[in-house]
């Protein structure tokens, strides 16, 4: 009776190892830390110390090598599950668009443009931008089909460089709202406009993005979220 209570409590003891260890290894997996090859190699290789250590008697009891595996790979399968699903928890998940009130302008018109970062997690998630906006917005022109990304003519302000935190909640959005009265206001040279007037007819990409913390420039090389939208300005 001794023995078989010490047999139970050694296969819990190895159920639960396998448990673990399994957790720990699709963990490093899912972070990419190492190949999963590599953690079956490092998962064995602890199996197989913690068997010589515990010395389960299967045989006396006639548990076999067959219900042996079968509690393995069922304990392994719950033990992926179980990680997969902690990590779709605390996993941040975001959704980043920007968006205008209407696909076409006529020349002159004011452009309304909504920046929304939204939460698409299961937790509140936080993330920290290089400026306390946290969101900028860019204006680009094509001359043409073949003009891009086009001539920066319009960004939002005013804003300040300080690393800011933002906290959002589960299924919620972080909003900005912008608006482009169609000026040009960083000071592109070019025959048909001057600075500050009404800018030409044509197509104009509008690019959000949220720089990164440790950016070295406020640039969209650094973004950490980033997204854009295409609309038309007419003459008439």
Known sequence: MKEKSSFRFNI?????????????????????IFPLWSMFIIFVIFLLLFAFIVDIPIDKFKWGAKKTSL???????????????AWAIITPSWSFSVATDKSTYRLGEDVKITASLKNTGYITHSF??????????????????YDWPGQSVWWNHPWEENI??????PSQALERDFVWNQTNILGLI????SWNQTYMPGTYTIEAFVPEPEAEVLSQSYALFITSVDINVTSS
């Open 12 to 32: 819990l003891v190895f159920s639960a190892a396998v448990f673990i260890l399994t957790s720990i290894a699709y963990t490093l997996w899912l972070t990419q």
């Open 71 to 85: 509690l393995t790979a069922g304990i392994m399968i719950m033990a992926a599950i179980v990680t997969q699903s």
């Open 128 to 145: 920290k931008s290089l400026v306390n906006n946290p969101v900028l917005i860019t204006v680009f022109w094509h001359r043409g089909p």
């Open 164 to 169: 800011t935190e933002f906290s959002v909640l």
């Open 190 to 193: 070019h025959p048909y406009f």
